[in-house]
């Protein structure tokens, strides 16, 4: 079990783009954003501008997605968490970096930045491990047969 957990934070902390869903109003909203992995302290952080709409749509303990995909090596992960905001500096210190200097200044200091802390409650991670050729047998196996295809690892996490 733990190493499935430690799987999960392999996967995510590996991917450089997570579509970021909340609740406005009603409508569900997706957008892409860039995640700052922290598996030691199980969380997940993203920085964006203080004047964003979704800051508003995430108060104190308000339900969001996550969802992570690498198409290239076939991995995927879905997270149900509970968000929260911050705009303590020493965070946004420690997050700082070449990516937030190209939206938000070359200051930390100065930057109006909040960021978003998203704590996974439950997690679902896919991980084929196989090349083409392994999942076209794979697929036509299970088209012959009552067997369905063996595509790969998934697992069902609660944190």
């Known amino acids: 079990m733990a190493d499935e957990h430690e799987h999960f934070w392999e996967i995510i902390g590996g991917m450089s783009v997570c579509m970021v869903t909340t609740v ?14 922290d598996p030691a302290k199980r969380t997940i952080h993203f920085m964006t501008d203080s004047g964003s709409a979704k800051i508003f749509e ?5 339900d969001m997605a996550l969802n992570f995909a690498d198409t290239g090596q076939m991995l995927f ?8 905001v911050t705009q303590d500096q020493k965070l946004i210190d420690q997050m700082w970096g070449p ?12 930057a109006d ?3 978003i802390k998203a704590t996974p409650v ?6 084929n491990n196989k090349n083409s050729l392994i999942i076209a047998a794979e697929m036509t196996k299970a088209y012959f047969t009552d067997e369905g295809p063996n595509l790969g690892t998934n697992a069902k996490l609660d944190f």
Do not use: H, L, N
């Open 24 to 37: 406005d109003d009603g409508i569900i909203r997706s957008r892409p954003m860039v995640p700052y992995v």
């Open 58 to 62: 995430i108060k104190d303990e308000t």
């Open 77 to 84: 992960a879905s997270v149900s968490a509970k968000g929260s």
């Open 99 to 110: 990516y937030a200097e190209v939206f938000f200044g070359s200051d930390p200091k100065e």
């Open 113 to 115: 930045v909040t960021i």
């Open 122 to 127: 439950q997690a679902e991670y896919w991980d």
